[in-house]
């Protein structure tokens, strides 16, 4: 699912996914750099999963779509990151750079 999120500059010199242990190994050769994206977190008062989406500056969105199951809830986070990594890869390129 996270392997069609994969993007590459234009120069060739940047390669930028979303993480999936499954698929990537720390040790595999070459310089990564991993930062946080997103949390999904429990909200104990409405009883669901929300998406806290990490933006640049330090500053974090709380996505208003709760869900009752939190795989529903990573769904949602990874497809709205991997829109994110292919719609506007400069703020995905701040993340990394404040990391």
Do not use: C
């Given at each position: 699912?996270?392997?069609?999120?994969?993007?590459?500059?234009?120069?060739g010199?940047?390669v930028?996914?979303?993480?999936?242990?499954?698929?990537?190994?720390?040790?595999?050769?070459?310089?990564?750099?991993i930062?946080?994206?997103?949390d999904?977190?429990?909200?104990?008062?409405?009883?669901?999963?929300?998406?806290?989406?990490?933006?640049?500056?330090?500053?974090r969105?709380?996505?208003?779509?709760g869900?009752?199951?939190?795989?529903?809830?990573?769904?949602?986070?990874?497809?709205?990151?991997?829109?994110?990594?292919m719609?506007?890869?400069?703020?995905?390129?701040?993340?990394?750079?404040?990391?």
């Amino acid at each position: 699912m996270l392997s069609e999120f994969l993007r590459i500059s234009p120069d060739g010199t940047q390669v930028t996914s979303l993480y999936d242990e499954e698929k990537f190994s720390s040790k595999a050769p070459g310089i990564k750099t991993i930062v946080r994206a997103s949390d999904v977190k429990f909200n104990n008062e409405k009883g669901k999963w929300y998406v806290h989406q990490f933006l640049p500056g330090k500053r974090r969105l709380v996505h208003p779509q709760g869900f009752i199951k939190r795989k529903d809830a990573i769904a949602f986070e990874v497809k709205l990151l991997g829109k994110l990594l292919m719609e506007n890869p400069s703020s995905v390129n701040a993340l990394i750079n404040e990391g």
